[in-house]
């Protein structure tokens, strides 16, 4: 299926069962879809792994120091769990930005490794998060595989089939590099993933980079250099991002007290919770408070 066709059935499906400015689940594991009519402004998320289709509109993304845009007729390949700052940059409401996701488990990706070993593909370090051209094998495996949307007997018999070979066509692509040194389990990659994953368990609590590092089967030093090469950033800084980032979800769901969602999320002073909030997102916790109530009561009236 061409690009193109494609863009156009996710389009009619969305505009007719989706929810625009946010991902939805489309009834088949694992695959959701985005669609945006206009640019945004910044969003802050947490990206797990997973390899995304751009099927039109283009999209920015900052993970630590690292940036990158990609759009339509490109692939993204996420292959850690990384707190992302991302906004649409074109998008309207001819041609929308559309996304198709599709999440990837290292567990099951590990059983392709002796697949994608026989590949003999050259080894290189790689991006945690990396995009580049998707070319038409993987195009057709991700409309494969939304086009079992509403056929629950093919969905049953046919889905992890589908899967299998997008996993496999996303472990094979160039920009797949890190998510193919995953697969390896005493790789650099998978060290930093096992940190990772404690990471994001005990974002609230005061961790030690020297347990980080021991979890990870490394040196301090050799932690250091790997973690900000896989995320960009350093461990407290991961850190301290997922607690800002569950704080404004916090705050997104309704929370109405700056000191108890800062107390929430692990944070000791309440001061230091709004200097490190304002400073990430660009407004107090409590603007955001303020916005958030107006929000809520325009909807309301």
Known sequence: MKLTDFADQVRRYTETSGDKGRPFGVGVPGLTVVQYDHPTTLECVVYTPAVCLILGGRKEATIGDRSLSYGSGESLVVSHDLPVVSRVTEASPETPYIGVIVSLDLGVLRSLYSDVEKAELPSRQGLSIDTGGADAALVEAVSRYFNLVGRPVELEVLAPLILKEIRFRTLMAPHGAMMRNLLRRDSHASRIS??????????????????????????????????????????????????????????????????????????????????????????SPRADLIAKGRSMANSES
Request: cysteine-free; proline content about 2%.
């Open 194 to 283: 096992r940190a990772l994953g404690h990471v994001r368990q005990h974002f609230r609590t005061t961790l030690a980079v020297a347990d980080l590092a021991n979890i990870a089967g490394m040196s301090v030093s050799s932690f250091h250099e790997h973690f900000k090469s896989v995320t960009a950033t350093t461990p407290l800084q991961y850190q301290k991002d997922l607690r800002l980032m569950e704080a404004r979800r916090l705050f997104a769901e309704g929370a109405h007290s700056v000191s108890v969602v800062a107390f929430e999320v692990g944070y000791d002073s309440p001061t230091q919770f709004s200097r490190e909030y304002s400073r990430r997102f660009g407004a």
